[in-house]
């Protein structure tokens, strides 16, 4: 499966943003995805990840109640909607899936991240 995130841009503290991922290829509904970022001289952490069935999801600690995830199948997209955002959000925001990791950085399909600013 092939990932293409977009949605990022340069905004202020306290707005809010959606990102995508569409996926191609077959199968999407059979895949974990997640979203994970990377702030400048740091390790890409994970963010949120949404189980192929839709039934369960999953965050940081960080963006509980700030961020939501969510998936069409019908569109083999998977959604990044994040209120509230704050300076240390920003990051570059990668989309991933994988058919049996959800919470690991161990997905296989990785997308070319987007770029999130949030200005003070």
């Known amino acids: 499966v092939q990932l293409q995130a977009s949605g990022g841009g340069l905004v202020q503290a306290g707005a809010s943003l959606r990102l995508s991922c569409a996926a191609s290829?077959?199968?999407?509904?059979?895949?974990?995805m997640g979203w994970f970022r990377q702030a400048p001289g740091k390790e890409r952490e994970f963010v949120a990840a949404?189980?192929?069935?839709?039934?369960?999801?999953y965050y940081a600690d960080s963006v509980k109640g700030r961020f939501t995830i969510s998936r069409d199948n019908a569109k083999n997209t998977v959604y990044l909607e994040m209120n509230s955002l704050k300076p240390e959000d920003t990051a570059v925001y990668y989309c991933?899936?994988?058919?049996?990791?959800?919470?690991?950085?161990?997905?296989?399909?990785w997308g070319q991240g987007t770029q999130v600013t949030v200005s003070s």
């Open positions: 991933a899936a994988d058919r049996m990791t959800i919470l690991s950085n161990s997905y296989t399909h």
């Open positions: 290829g077959s199968s999407f509904s059979w895949y974990n």
């Open positions: 949404i189980a192929w069935t839709s039934s369960a999801t």
